[in-house]
Each structure stands twice: as C-alpha cells, then as structure tokens.
C-alpha cells in the first residue's frame, strides 16, 4: 500500500503529533504514525464542547465523587482524567522507544504563570499522572525557572507561548541548567525529552495584524514565511550548539508549517483537520528543512517589522521583555479565557446537579 505523507514525513524523521488530547483523534493519529500529543485548556474545552456525551458524563461522575469540591478541583480531576486516558494511548510508543517518544504534554494552570512555584508544585502532580507526561510551561522569565526546577527533578517539559528565537533559546539553556543540576544530583535523565515550542503561526498572525493596523504594504505571500524563519533560524542555532531539547513547531496557519520543516529533526504538531488535510494534498512531501528561507523575504520582513526583528534575533528580546511580546500576552490571555470556559463548564453541571 502507497505510504501516507504523514507517514512520509516520519521516514523523513520528523515527528508529528496530534495537537489535541480528544482520544479517538489521537487513536487516528497514532495508527497513522503519530508520536505524541498536546494539549491546554482551551483544547480541552473544545474536546468536552465537541462531544458531550462523551465527556458531561464525566464530569457529573466527578462532581459525585468530590461533593465539596470546588470548580477548580472538580475541572482539574477532569484535565487528570482525559490526560491518563490520552496517556494511555500513547504508552506503547513510549515503551517501544524506551521512553523518547509518545509524550502527551499536558499544560500547568495559565493562572500561575507569575508563579514558578505554584507551578512546579502542579507539574509534579501532573507527571505522575503517567510515565509519558510532558509538562507545559510558558516561555515567560517564571516560566524559565519553572523549566529548569523541573528538568533538575527529571520531568520533560514542553516549553510553550513561544514565538520566537529568543524565547526558544533562553528555555533550552533553561533546560540545560536543570539537565546539569540533575546529573550532579544523581537524578535519572534516561526519560528526558525535552520540546521547546514555537508558535508558528501565530507570529504570522501577529505580523498580519500589525500590517492591518498600521497600513504596511508587503506581498502577503511573505507573511507566511515568517514563523517558517523564526523556527529554521532557532533550528540552526539548536543544533550548532548542542541542545539536547527538541523544536516542536504548533499553531498551523497553511502548509508550510510542516512542509518546509520535514526533515528536521524536529516535532510537528498538528490539529486532527490539518493533518488529514495534508494527507488528501498534493504537496510533495521531502526534505526542506535545510533550505533557507529566500533572504528577500527576511530582508522585507525585518525592514517592515520591527516585532519579526526582535523575534528573528536571539538577541531581540530580553526576558523580562518576554511577556509584554504581543503573541506572548494574546495567547496567554486566550489560555486564561479558555481555562474560565471549561471551568465554567463545570460551574453549570455543579449548579444543575
């Protein structure tokens, strides 16, 4: 039978995963090849919107159980409840690759993102879920402290609101200090694989914006290159010094997002929709990774936005300068709105009951 290019782009060794945690996608997904899957909470409340008879029941079974909870306890029992399921699936790629692979990430509360503490405090309580469990932290300076506590106790992270070279570089060196710390403690790093994500297409999205806002006149063509050149350029700098975390690219805007990224070693994380659609295309499937993106199209880029220079850079961004990028504060307000609407979710299932 003639290969998927799904299952093309693996021989190519590129990892794909399914960006969402919704259990019979992520069955697809693996049947199909897929490595890995993610999740945050607004993936999930799309997951309890999209199938209600699935997953209302669930959560009636879990306001049951805990009549004193709150919605927060009761709407984190359900994140601990999909995400061992969807574990669970994946566990079979994890042991048969000795635990490199088939992680499902699974994103600490956005509400502690000022928080390092609160937030290794939750991650723990996460990783233990499963032996596959990859922790999600944001790319923000607690963010980095929180990846490196928890790379030192030998948890994979999954680095995410990441946008840029400067927030992918500073999170792998975050790793690297947590790496070390772990050797010198005599932690077990044998299961670490750690992902840095950045959001490809959601830094296009913020490029489109600006040109909108601000009547700059640029072929629109170009603008979905320029999260394919933040994630080649971090790619380079990755493997020229060594890095032992992997890019994962997420947040797909068109085809390119993971045509131009196979053959890297490298995840790609794609929405259940957009990899089947990939699938039924007739995009050539090959290794692209290594070719440069047009140097006329990054010269237009940086000349026209200040905000692709100072992501483009490593240098374009300090830290502290991290949460105040404008994909940064969209997207972890869309992650704060998403968590309130799941919890409001299982606010009206607790007040019906």
Known sequence: MDKTKMQITSDFGSDWWNDSCDLKELQDAVDQGAVGATSNPVIIKMVVENKPDEWLPVIDRLISDSPNGTEDDITWALVDDIGTRAAKILEPVYHKTNGEKGKLSLQVSPKYYPDPERMVEQAKHLAGLAPNIAIKCPAIAPGLEAIEELVSQ????????????????????????????????????????????????????????????????????????????????????????????????????????????????????????????????????????????????????????????????????????????????????????????????????????
């Not at 932690?187 to 806002?213: C, E, F, N, Q, W």
């Not at 880029?301 to 992501?311: C, T, W, Y």
């Open 154 to 353: 030998g948890i994979t992270i999954n680095a995410t609101v990441s946008f840029s070279v400067p927030q992918a570089v500073r999170c792998a060196e975050a790793v690297e200090r947590g790496w070390k710390r772990a050797e010198e403690n005599g932690v077990d790093t044998s299961k670490l694989s750690p992902y840095v994500t950045i959001m490809v297409g959601r830094i296009d999205d913020h490029l489109r914006g600006i040109a909108k806002d601000e009547s700059i006149t640029i072929d629109p063509d170009y603008l979905d290159w320029a999260g394919v050149a933040i994630f080649k350029r971090a790619y380079q700098i990755f493997n020229e010094r060594g890095y032992r975390s992997k890019l994962l690219s997420a947040a797909f805007r068109c085809h390119m997002h993971w045509s131009e990224l196979v053959g890297g070693n490298v995840v790609i994380s794609m929405p259940y929709e957009w990899w089947n659609k990939f699938n039924e295309s007739d995009v050539e499937v090959k290794n692209r990774m290594e070719q440069d993106v047009d140097k006329k199209i990054i010269d237009q880029l940086q000349e026209k936005f200040v905000d692709f220079r100072r992501a483009y850079e490593e240098d374009g961004m300090k830290v502290d300068e991290f949460l105040q990028f404008g994909p940064s504060n969209r997207t972890l307000r869309q992650f704060l709105s998403g968590y309130d609407g799941l919890a409001g979710i299982v606010r009206e299932r607790m007040l019906a009951s």
